[in-house]
């Protein structure tokens, strides 16, 4: 229509409107020019002061905006996605127009040539989670504002946040074994596979214990004798499956489950002993189950709580057959420990085999629900209410 005006103008010789009709294609033509230009050599980056916290700490994140080039931003919006779970708390941001809501953070400013401007704000993570952040998206244009553009850069970053850890106390855990029932920091065990000598038999003995060359040699019935050590070796079973009651599932007895089984494992951990955790689910990054086989390392501890902390509801396949496919690779002798809210119907059958197979067996169960049919014969915890004790230790 411009371009019509301009033509009907110059024919009728409107000088005025030639002059008008020129100057406004000549802006919007320098306007289309300054979008097109606008995102080039505009960066903008993510920075976090932390990677990993525990929850009601806060994170440090710095938004940092550079322009490296000769023409000015009259203005710039850049809009911050932020996680459920996470919250904004004390923000800064000087120089600029900023806007918190629900999901998201907004900031507008403008922005001269080859300068920059940071905003920092503080993170408060609220629940336990993995979070990976989102590219914040990046508008600018013109001076008049007709033609914006828009960008988002990738950004690598994200946040774990740890389940909360309780003391064996807090929990309501006695302190028994194989989770330590006296002062010393370690009980003295007997290795099945290191023999040291034989000794004679007693009614009290187990006949799977019988060394029968040494018996035939000596005439006389002998017992084995291991070399004593102080390595037990925990594995920790939490069944996600089993704090679904269909298709819903209880988040918070799962929750307590989850913080039930890094308590554990820190517990353990500091009295030097290996641990390891198995869980049927789909990992938030990767949507494998859970396989940590027993370790002490130092690292150990860390790999298991970014695990809790990457663990969801969903189930990658029943508890049973996951069970099954994992108890071939645990040692003998080593102690399982089942972190459940209802009780499977398979779990007296499978109580009973572990035993007869040389397995130690603690049960856990979490949440009010409470099934008084279940076998008793293993060890047997309740644990309803951690929240209700005071002393979290993160």
Same mark, same amino acid.
């Given at each position: 229509?411009?371009?019509?005006?301009?033509?009907?103008?110059?024919?009728?010789?409107? @000088?005025? +409107?030639?002059? &008008?009709?020129?100057?406004?294609?000549?802006?919007?033509?320098?306007?289309? +020019?300054?979008?097109?230009?606008?995102?080039?050599?505009?960066?903008?980056? &993510?920075?976090?002061?932390?990677?990993?916290?525990?929850?009601? #700490?806060?994170?440090? +994140? %710095?938004?940092?905006?550079?322009?490296?080039?000769?023409?000015?931003?009259?203005?710039?919006? @850049?809009? *911050?996605? @932020?996680?459920?779970?996470?919250?904004?708390?004390?923000?800064?941001?000087?120089? =600029?127009?900023?806007?918190?809501?629900?999901? /998201?953070?907004?900031? *507008?400013?403008?922005?001269?040539?080859?300068?920059?401007?940071?905003?920092?704000?503080?993170?408060?993570? !609220?629940?336990?989670?993995?979070?990976?952040?989102?590219?914040? @998206?990046?508008?600018?244009?013109?001076?008049?504002?007709? /033609?914006?553009?828009?960008?988002?850069?990738?950004?690598?970053?994200?946040?774990?946040?740890?389940?909360?850890?309780?003391? +064996?106390?807090?929990?309501?855990?006695?302190?028994?074994?194989?989770?330590?029932?006296?002062?010393?920091?370690?009980?003295?065990?007997?290795?099945?596979?290191?023999?040291?000598?034989?000794? !004679? /038999?007693?009614?009290?003995?187990?006949?799977?214990?019988?060394?029968?060359? =040494?018996?035939?040699?000596?005439?006389?019935? =002998?017992?084995?004798?291991?070399?004593?050590?102080?390595?037990? %070796?925990?594995?920790?079973?939490?069944?996600?499956?089993?704090?679904?009651?269909?298709?819903?599932?209880? #988040?918070?007895?799962?929750? $307590?489950?989850?913080?039930?089984?890094?308590?554990?494992?820190?517990?353990?951990?500091?009295?030097?002993?290996?641990?390891?955790?198995? *869980?049927?689910?789909?990992?938030?990054?990767?949507?494998?189950?859970? %396989?940590?086989?027993?370790?002490?390392?130092?690292?150990?501890?860390?790999?298991?709580?970014?695990?809790? =902390? %990457? *663990?969801?509801?969903?189930?990658?396949?029943?508890?049973? !057959?996951?069970?099954?496919?994992?108890?071939?690779?645990?040692?003998?002798?080593?102690?399982?420990?089942?972190?459940?809210?209802?009780?499977?119907?398979? &779990?007296?059958? $499978?109580?009973?085999?572990?035993?007869?197979?040389? /397995?130690k067996t603690i049960v856990l169960q979490i949440g009010s629900s409470q099934n008084e049919d279940s076998n008793r014969s293993a060890t047997w915890y309740s644990i309803k209410h951690a929240t209700d004790r005071a002393g979290v230790i993160a």
């Amino acid at each position: 229509m411009l371009f019509i005006i301009l033509f009907l103008s110059a024919r009728h010789g409107q @000088v005025l +409107l030639v002059l &008008l009709s020129s100057l406004t294609l000549s802006a919007i033509g320098f306007a289309r +020019l300054w979008s097109h230009l606008s995102l080039k050599a505009l960066s903008c980056q &993510l920075l976090l002061g932390e990677h990993r916290v525990f929850p009601g #700490e806060r994170i440090e +994140l %710095k938004l940092r905006l550079v322009n490296r080039k000769p023409l000015p931003l009259p203005w710039i919006q @850049v809009d *911050t996605p @932020v996680p459920n779970g996470l919250s904004l708390d004390d923000c800064f941001s000087p120089l =600029a127009k900023n806007t918190f809501q629900h999901n /998201y953070m907004s900031h *507008t400013t403008p922005l001269s040539w080859y300068s920059s401007i940071n905003w920092r704000h503080q993170l408060r993570c !609220d629940r336990r989670g993995y979070y990976p952040l989102k590219p914040p @998206v990046v508008t600018s244009g013109d001076i008049f504002g007709l /033609y914006p553009r828009s960008t988002s850069q990738f950004v690598t970053e994200n946040i774990i946040v740890y389940p909360r850890i309780f003391t +064996l106390a807090q929990l309501g855990i006695p302190l028994l074994s194989p989770l330590g029932e006296t002062r010393a920091e370690r009980r003295i065990f007997e290795d099945p596979h290191q023999t040291i000598g034989v000794r !004679d /038999y007693t009614s009290q003995d187990s006949f799977r214990q019988i060394h029968w060359k =040494a018996s035939a040699r000596r005439q006389n019935l =002998a017992i084995k004798v291991f070399e004593p050590t102080t390595s037990l %070796k925990i594995a920790l079973f939490l069944a996600i499956d089993s704090f679904q009651d269909g298709e819903l599932c209880n #988040e918070e007895d799962l929750e $307590l489950g989850i913080s039930v089984a890094a308590s554990l494992a820190n517990h353990v951990v500091q009295q030097h002993c290996p641990i390891g955790l198995f *869980t049927n689910t789909c990992l938030a990054d990767t949507g494998k189950p859970i %396989k940590i086989p027993p370790g002490s390392s130092r690292g150990q501890l860390v790999r298991i709580l970014e695990a809790l =902390a %990457k *663990t969801t509801s969903l189930v990658s396949s029943p508890f049973e !057959d996951f069970l099954q496919d994992e108890r071939p690779a645990l040692p003998w002798g080593t102690t399982i420990i089942f972190i459940i809210s209802r009780p499977p119907e398979f &779990l007296q059958e $499978l109580i009973a085999t572990l035993k007869r197979a040389g /397995y130690k067996t603690i049960v856990l169960q979490i949440g009010s629900s409470q099934n008084e049919d279940s076998n008793r014969s293993a060890t047997w915890y309740s644990i309803k209410h951690a929240t209700d004790r005071a002393g979290v230790i993160a």
